[in-house]
């Protein structure tokens, strides 16, 4: 019997894409649990990796892959990418049919270069709309009691008191956790595993199976632990090679740079890693901002499990701790943010000033964010906040909606220079 579903915050922007496009496509890293998503949407469904099916499968794609839609609407098209030529049979069904809403498709990767070249001939555009799943935040699971709103912050609703339940052993333990939909719920234990598995699951064969191309394990799990440590900084794949030729982790590995960024490009193919991109004010900014994206995996849980940290042994690292508290914080602001139809951002300059996110609604109205394990630091984090508005030209531009500082623990409350201090265990979108 399945479990009951527990809402995200994807609900409401997968069924307004159903009502405007002819099918959407829904993406995102393995267990995050689009397939269950969408078949709240759908009346009827094919499974693609059905074993059961596979040589029929095979069949109809190559003789007729129309089939694949039969059924009724909308129908769910699970892990597509198994057989590109899907997508060109439900744009051409849309066009033909001039139909809305009719299918959901989900991936877990994009497809194989070589066989999508093959097998699909067009874009998707005006037909079909991509949408991306992410693990679950702390207010879809629970653990944030959700008084603060993103949403009220951006309408100007900036007073607010509130207290999170959330003590640092328990963020500690949702950094570990993550927020795979299975593990929400269960004991601890089998939560923890629940995390360890898919990392597993990623090292030991989904790398190798999202292209056809055979993988080394330990290189992979190597290269995660670089980008685990390397999480929140700009550092080049030239640097994340190095550290997986070095000797820090199993001994030295003898792999090209050009292996290594096949690897890399595997695991964003898998939506492993997705990085943050850097924030572009305006083309009046006072300083030149610096592009490169900051490395970030797509749940804390993969950098703890990537670098052997369990809650306990994260308590004692707080430097650590701090880093993977900053990752969790980033996974949820992308979350809320894309409930509200904006983005997050990061920013960082030519003067090494930088703040941890930049909240856009691309509407004009924006908002500075630091994260902050330590409520104690906050007078250092709000006095960084504030020495944005030097950086931005504030006369082609709004000043900022608000600015934040994202603590761990603590009671959310507006200071009296007008920054905000709001624990993660109180936030929402």
Known sequence: MASEYM??????????????????????????????TASEFTKSAIYFQDPDNRTKYDAISKTKPSKFLEGEKPRLLDEWQMYPIVWDSVRFHVDIEHSI?????????????????EERKHTGTGRICEMRMRTMSLHESGESNGEVSLKDLFSGNLDVF??????????????????WPESIGRDEDVSLNIASLYYETV???????????????????KLLRSVARNTSSQTPVSILCEDVRGDDYGGQIDVSDITLRSYMSALQRLYVIEDLEAWMPSMRAKA????????????????????????????????TLGLLFESLCIRDLRVYMQSLGGNVYFYRDETNYEVDAILDLGDGRWAAVEVKLNPDREDKAADNLKHILTKVDTAIMNEPS????????????????GVLVVPIGCLRD
């Open 402 to 417: 608000f600015m934040m500082v994202l603590t761990a623990t603590g009671i959310a409350h507006r200071r009296d220079d």
């Open 7 to 36: 809402g995200r915050k994807a609900d409401s922007e997968l069924e307004l894409n159903l009502r405007s496009m002819g099918a959407v496509l829904i993406t995102g890293p393995k267990w995050c649990g689009k397939t269950r």
């Open 162 to 179: 509130s207290e999170s339940d959330l003590g640092l052993e328990d963020i500690a333990f949702l950094i570990c956790r993550g927020g």
């Open 203 to 221: 090292v030991n064969e989904d790398v190798s199976k999202v292209d056809n191309v055979r993988r080394n394990s330990n290189t992979v799990d």
């Open 101 to 117: 809403g009719d299918f959901i498709l989900t991936g877990s990767s994009t497809p194989i270069p070589e066989k999508e070249k």
């Open 288 to 319: 030149r901002i610096r592009k490169t994206p900051k490395r970030n995996l797509a749940d804390p849980s993969i950098a703890a499990a990537a670098l052997r940290c369990k809650p306990d042994a994260l308590l004692k690292d707080t430097t």
